[in-house]
């Protein structure tokens, strides 16, 4: 079984042409992470998790493309305190998105990412795909695991089901995670 991650690990193009595939952004949110979030939702999935809240970003040829620079200028006007990176599946676009998160980090802003892989997952597939390890070498802080629609909660925040985790990558996702009462 493919774990639908690509085996490519190198960008052709210059920054400014760096392009993500992305189903949305939101400018100003303040329910998916800590603080004030610029959301980039991401576009294609492999999970296919039942009761997906995002099941729109599952094709992997849907969405649109947008270049980095464009994202850090929006998320320059927003105010925002750090970006989230969400889904779909962001690891299966990981080496545009450390792009990402590093043009963030240098703005001092952090970086959240959700995933529907476990972190133990991405920990393995990093040995053989150097865009995860870049990815999660951007991100602060880590929410892992897919959706379970029969552990289901409202009850821990920035998750949707109870198996999921809130893992801090950094000495940003420390202090992004001390933020947050679980």
């Known amino acids: 079984m493919s774990d639908g991650l690509s085996k490519k690990h190198r960008m ?24 004030l979030r610029f959301v980039v939702f991401t576009q294609g999935c492999v999970h296919n998790c039942n009761g997906c809240h995002n099941p729109e970003t599952h094709s992997l040829e849907g969405g649109y493309l947008m270049g980095v620079s464009e994202i850090v200028k929006a998320y320059k ?5 750090g970006i989230t990176i969400s889904g779909g599946e962001p690891f299966l676009q990981g080496e545009v998105l450390a792009f990402l998160g590093e043009e963030i980090h240098k703005l001092g802003g952090n970086v959240i990412t959700y995933t529907g892989y476990k972190h133990e997952e991405l920990k393995k597939l990093q040995m053989e795909n150097l865009s995860v390890m870049k990815l999660l070498h951007e991100t602060d802080l880590l929410i892992d695991g897919p959706f379970i629609l029969d552990a289901r909660t409202l009850d821990k925040p920035f998750v949707g089901s109870t198996n999921q985790k809130i893992i801090s990558l950094s000495k940003n996702g420390d202090s992004l995670l001390h933020l947050i009462h679980i």
């Open 12 to 35: 052709d193009s210059a920054p400014d042409e760096v392009k993500i595939r992305i189903s949305g952004i939101i400018e100003e949110s303040i329910v998916d992470g800590p603080g």
């Open 77 to 81: 006007k927003s105010g925002a305190s």
